[in-house]
C-alpha cells in the first residue's frame, strides 16, 4: 500500500441498474471512476489540473471481481487506493461496498485494479508523473 | 406551482461527457432523474415505497430544452418540482443549474418536463396516486 | 413531410434495460441518435463530413413519448424523417418500434421529435444548413 | 482455444465516447458484450433460453487491456471466444477490432477476458451447464 484508502459515497439509481435487478455489473467502473477523480480532487489535482496541464490520465488495463450485487437505492461506498507507483503510471485499488442500515459493517460487493497511464496531452506518449503528485499520493499514508 | 422546488447536488464526470467535450445531452435526463428520486425520498418515498408497493412510477412522456453545455468537473444543480397533479400522474417541472464558484449566481443550462404516471406494478395499468403522497407534495408549497 | 421515413435495425441488450426489466426510458433517445447518424450517413453525411467541416450539429430540444416497453431481446427499428426544415435547424420525426417475428405488423413503442440545430463548430452560433444538405434532405421523398 | 472465434460488427456512435474525443473505456466492455450475446445467439441460445430457462449466466470477474483508442463512427468488429470451459462457468477471450477502410487489416484496439458463472436464477448458486450447450460451444471449434 503506497496511499491512503479514499472513500466516496453513491446512491443507486435506475439509470444503474439492468434487467436482472441489479447493478449492471459494467457500471461500478463508473462508481470506481469518481471515486479516482475525487481522491485526486482531495489532493489538488481537480479543474485546474485537467484543463491546464499536458499530462493527462489515461487507463490502461483493468480487472474486476464481482462478489455481491448492488441493488436500486442501495447506499454505496467506492473506495480508491494507490497501491503501486511506476514512473509514468499508477496502480490503484479500488472497492465497492454496501452501506448497511441497521448495523455499522459494510459489504464487500466489488473490487477492482485499475492501472492508470500517465500521458502526454498531444503526443499520447508516457511522461513522468509529476513530483508533487507523487509526493501527495504517498504522504497520504504516512499521516 | 403546485410543490416546492427541490435542489440535489451534481458533479459532471467523464463518464456523463462526449466527445463533443460536454454532456452528452441524454444525460441530462438521467440527472433530472437522480433529483426526481431524491425529491420523492424526502417525502418519505424512498427504498421502503419502492419495493413494498403495489404501485410504480414510470415516465410516460417528456420534453427538454437545451440552452447551454456542462462540462467536465462542472458542478451542477438538478431540480424537480411538482407543477401539475392529476389523479393518477403528476408533472414535475425540472432545470439543470450550473454552479458558478466566482459569485453565487446559478446558470440554466437545461429544463424539462417529465409526465409521470402512477400504474399497478402487475397490470401496468393507471391507478390512483395515494392520498398521502398527494398531500406529502402538495403541503410542500404551503410551508 | 419533407423527407422519406428511414429505418434503422436494432436489438436491446442488457445494457439498454433496467430494473424494471424493459428498456430505460433514456435510452430510446439513443435508439433515435442511431438512426439519426445512419440517415445522414445514407445521404452522404458521414465520416467525412463530421470531422472536415465547420458545421456541427446540435439538440437543442426534445420531446418523446412512451406508448409501450421494449424487452431484453426484442428486435426493434428506430426511425428518422424530417419534419421540418429551418435555415439553421431541421426537426426530426422519430419512432421505435418493435418487430414481430409471428406476423409483419410493427408494434409502436415510442415516439418522439428532436429540433437540431445547424452551428459553426468554433462559435456554437447558428449557421445556415448547406444548399446541398437541404437539397439531399428533401429530394428523398421525392423519389 | 476450445470455441470458434466470432465476429460482431459495430459502429461508433456519439453515446459511446466521452470528452477525451475517443470511446469511453468503460464501453468496450459493452461491445464486448453484444459480441457474447450474439456469439451465444448463432449457437441457438437467444430470446427462447433467456426468458424460459431456469439457468442465468453473471459475470463473476473480467479483465481488460487498452491498446489504442477508437473514435466517433469508426468501425469495430468484436469478438467472442471460449478459451476455458468448467463445469458451471466459462471464460471468454473478447477482443475489439477497428476496420480499417483503406486496407483489409483489422487493427487491434482492446482485448479482455471475461469469466462467465452459470447459475439458478432463483438461488444465485453454481449450477452446471447444460450438456447441450458444452456441446454447441465446443463442437465450433471442430469444423
Known amino acids: 500500500m503506497i496511499g491512503t484508502e479514499f472513500f466516496?459515497?453513491?446512491?443507486?439509481?435506475i439509470e444503474d441498474t439492468d434487467a436482472g435487478g441489479i447493478v449492471y455489473y459494467v457500471n461500478y467502473l463508473k462508481f470506481m471512476?469518481?471515486?479516482?477523480?475525487e481522491y485526486l480532487r482531495?489532493?489538488?489535482y481537480g479543474k485546474q489540473s485537467i484543463f491546464n496541464s499536458e499530462l493527462m490520465f489515461?487507463?490502461?488495463?483493468?480487472?474486476?471481481?464481482?462478489i455481491?450485487?448492488?441493488q436500486l437505492d442501495d447506499e454505496l461506498a467506492a473506495t480508491a487506493q494507490v497501491i503501486?507507483?511506476?514512473k509514468?503510471?499508477?496502480v490503484m485499488e479500488q472497492k465497492v461496498y454496501r452501506e448497511n442500515e441497521t448495523d455499522d459493517e459494510r459489504e464487500l460487493l466489488c473490487r477492482g485494479e485499475v492501472k492508470i497511464a500517465c500521458v502526454d496531452r498531444n503526443?499520447?506518449?508516457p511522461k513522468r508523473i509529476p513530483e508533487a503528485m507523487v509526493a501527495a499520493v504517498t504522504v497520504s499514508t504516512n499521516n
Not at 8 to 13: A, I, N, T
Open 8 to 13: 466516496w459515497p453513491l446512491r443507486v439509481y
Open 33 to 37: 471512476e469518481r471515486a479516482r477523480t
Open 42 to 44: 482531495s489532493l489538488g
Open 58 to 66: 489515461v487507463v490502461s488495463s483493468l480487472e474486476s471481481e464481482y
Open 68 to 70: 455481491k450485487p448492488a
Open 84 to 86: 503501486k507507483l511506476g
Open 88 to 90: 509514468a503510471y499508477m
Open 123 to 125: 503526443t499520447i506518449r
